[in-house]
């Protein structure tokens, strides 16, 4: 067993693939002396499970000294949109198994996308089926992520979006076989 210092050790070759699905061309981040001269870029992740919001915040920080996450419960984000997205160029939401356009997750997202300049929004879901496709193309949301997808993916597709480009689910109906 090992922890995250022995993995970030070795996050130089470290070489994440494009997610299934992704479009467009990632950029890079802005001038900074945080990360070699650029800085990181800054994602806020909203989950509502402390400890999972945490792990996933950590662990991409630590493999990717390029992206920076911050995480967020809900209704914290929620209390003070303005402020919870200020300095963010990514905000990831992490659904599990919720419907995009029910109950809280709903609410959120919408508000999320509604008027008003703000970063781009992504959804990472563990079951992104056409139901939650559907409802991120009406939100204009610029990403749908997998549970499943491995970290190097995750990390590759916030670099991304963060770049202008839409990561959708893999049409693969067996995400095991890969």
Known sequence: MFGLDALAGI?????????AGARGG????????RTGGRAPIAVLLIDDRALFGESLAA???????DVAVSHQRSTTALA?????LRGADVVLVSIGR?????????????????????PPVAVLADRPGAAVAAAAARLGLRGVL???????????????IHGGGTV??????????R
Do not use: N
């Open 146 to 160: 997998s549970g499943r997808m491995p970290l190097a993916e995750v990390i590759a597709a916030l670099r991304l």
């Open 168 to 177: 959708s689910p893999d049409p693969d109906p067996d995400p095991d076989s």
């Open 59 to 65: 662990a991409i920080t630590a493999f990717a000294p």
């Open 80 to 84: 003070d949109l303005p402020a919870a």
């Open 98 to 118: 919720a419907d995009p356009a029910k109950g809280g997750v709903g609410h959120l997202l919408d508000a999320l996308s509604g008027g008003g300049p703000h």
């Open 26 to 33: 990632a950029r890079p981040p802005r001038s900074d002396a």
């Open 11 to 19: 996050r130089r070759d470290f070489m994440p693939r494009a997610p």
